[in-house]
């Protein structure tokens, strides 16, 4: 696949169908991760496949009361949680790099995904304490986001979005 036809087709995809993603396309998966640019690797990559499991990971917000779920990160055969170590890492990792490597991280595993013909989305929204616990996170290790894998079961074109005039500058901000 064309690197251009996978950044320009790939959109979150939110129902699955019930066949499984294998061990040969998640090692892909994790391995597109391992090659983004890094800095100090803070990055953990947790592959979830157990039911329980993510059905927790699927709850959003419970601190606020709010019992809201993604249903697609439960429905999902596979969850790939992203988690970032931050114990002994200094102010600009912390602020800047440990964020921006995981993300870089988390796009190559979408894209790859993509190649394989699965759908995914990437997850920001989910309940910080019930993943730290399901997961055994330590202290000082944070979830960063929760990608869903699957067949998908949907298309979708993607949500509108800003024109490309709108966010782009050229030498120098322009606007307010
Ligand atoms: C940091 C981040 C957090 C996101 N969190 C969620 C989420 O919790 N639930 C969800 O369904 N989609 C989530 N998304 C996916 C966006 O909704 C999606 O990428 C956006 O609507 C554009 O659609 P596309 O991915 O199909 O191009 C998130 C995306 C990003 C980058």
């Not at 996978?6 to 597109?32: N, P």
């Not at 870089?104 to 993509?114: E, G, R, S, W």
């Not at 800003?162 to 120098?172: N, P």
Request: proline share 3%; glycine share 8%; hydrophobic share 35%.
């Amino acid at each position: 696949m064309e690197l251009q036809e996978a950044i320009m087709g790939r959109r979150s995809i939110r129902k699955y169908t019930d066949q499984d993603v294998s061990r040969e396309q998640i090692d892909a998966i994790l391995k597109a991760g391992y090659w983004a640019p890094r800095v100090n690797e803070r990055w953990k990559f947790i592959v979830v496949r157990d039911e329980q499991a993510r059905k927790i990971l699927s709850q959003r917000d419970r601190p606020r009361g709010d019992k809201a779920t993604q249903p697609h990160i439960a429905n999902a055969p596979v969850d790939i949680v992203v988690c970032i170590d931050f114990r002994g890492a200094s102010e600009r990792d912390k602020a800047l790099y440990a964020m921006q490597e995981a993300s870089a991280a988390i796009q190559n595993m979408l894209l790859t995904a993509y190649e394989l013909g699965l759908g995914t989305c990437w997850n920001g929204s989910f309940d910080d304490e019930g993943v730290k616990e399901i997961l055994g996170l330590p202290d000082g290790v944070e979830t960063v986001a929760i990608i869903s894998f699957g067949y998908p079961a949907e298309t979708s074109t993607g949500l509108r979005r800003k024109k490309l005039e709108e966010i782009v500058h050229r030498e120098r901000y322009s606007g307010e």
